[in-house]
């Protein structure tokens, strides 16, 4: 009976879930901010690949990010692969689908957030930047990266350093190193 309700291994249960409700950045930033809390957000800006997007969902959830940013064309959607490999991680975080990244990060710039963006292009090492207040990161499609006209209005670009053949990272594992090394830096300022 399942396997007539699916062709995707469903290992013996099938749920049937309502999609998930997008989130506004204009209402995340002012909500945390309220928390007083710092926002910490994470930009997609043409990650395609619902697998990169589930697995990066999973290590914002967990790292305390505040929401994931993803534009309304050209980028990945929530769907089922992506929430299977988020570990359900999509339920619980903000998504906000904005119009574009473009706004987005002049709208978190107006609002006090600095913005990074992760770039083979940038001259500092990502542990040389302190992470101190609200930030963002914006990370990019992996064939193409973070478009030029997002690397020139980010407050700044970061690099992480490469010693091998290949010349880049999957971007869900560059996304965790470049989050966990904000996660990194709050718990010391916390400890302090």
């Known amino acids: 009976r399942l ?4 062709r995707k291994n469903h290992q013996g249960v099938i749920a049937f879930i309502p999609a998930i409700t997008y989130q ?8 945390v901010y309220e928390q007083g809390k710092n926002p910490f957000i994470v930009l997609l800006d043409g990650v395609t690949d619902v697998r990169n997007f589930g697995a990066i969902a999973r290590t914002c959830e967990c790292a305390g990010v505040d929401a994931i940013v993803i534009p309304s064309k050209g980028s990945v959607t929530v769907n089922a692969d992506a929430i299977k490999t988020s570990a359900g991680a999509l339920h619980v ?21 600095k913005v990074y963006a992760a770039s083979e292009k940038a001259y500092e090492n990502y542990t040389a930047i302190k992470y101190d207040g609200p930030v963002a990161i ?3 499609a992996e064939d193409t990266g973070v478009s030029m006209d997002n690397l020139r209005i980010c407050d700044s670009m970061v690099k992480i350093p490469q ?12 996304s965790s190193i470049l989050i966990y090394e904000v996660v990194r830096q709050r718990m010391n300022e916390q400890a302090q």
Not at 3 to 6: A, G, I, P, S
Not at 163 to 174: D, K, Q, R, W
């Open 3 to 6: 396997d007539r309700l699916t």
């Open 24 to 31: 506004r950045l204009e209402d995340i930033i002012p909500f």
């Open 163 to 174: 010693f091998g053949t290949i010349g880049s990272l999957n971007v869900s594992v560059a």
């Open 93 to 113: 975080l903000p998504v906000c689908k904005e119009k574009s990244i473009t706004e987005a990060i002049r709208f978190l710039q107006a609002s006090g957030v």
């Open 138 to 140: 914006v990370m990019g």
